[in-house]
Nanobody
Framework: QVQLVESGGGLVQPGGSLRLSCATT????????MGWFRQAPGREREFVAA????????YYTDSVKGRFTISRDMAKKTVYLQMNSLKPEDTAVYYC???????????????????WGQGTQVTVSS
């Protein structure tokens, strides 16, 4: 079973940037579509961005379009979420997830994912 390990979270001022990383470890006989979700206190986990496989289409929730970019380095087995122009409302625990499925609708749903990371905290505050 593949495992996911996130890193790169932290405290940043509004307008700043962070890059989250999600390293894939463990045995794997296939590649997965990858996604990022976030969960703020008292709120449900919500979709942020996804990168499909093998067609590398990227999908974003409207609130992060133009600010966040999802990408992957196949050689390093790592997926990234570059977050620019951060806002206080971006504060949340960010989770990386891997999916065996395809299609934009499925990849925007928490139920469309098979493996989850432990999460990394992102706090945007002055």
């Amino acid at each position: 079973q593949v495992q996911l390990v996130e890193s790169g979270g932290g405290l940043v001022q509004p307008g700043g940037s962070l890059r989250l990383s999600c390293a894939t470890t463990g045995p794997s006989d296939r590649n997965y579509a990858m996604g990022w979700f976030r969960q703020a206190p008292g709120r449900e986990r919500e979709f942020v961005a996804a990168l499909s496989w093998p067609d590398p289409s990227a999908y974003y929730t409207d609130s992060v379009k133009g600010r966040f970019t999802i990408s992957r380095d196949m050689a390093k087995k790592t997926v990234y979420l570059q977050m620019n122009s951060l806002k206080p409302e971006d504060t949340a625990v960010y989770y990386c997830a891997a999916s065996k499925h395809a299609g934009e609708l499925v990849l925007t749903m928490t139920g469309g994912y098979d493996v989850w990371g432990q999460g990394t905290q992102v706090t945007v505050s002055s």
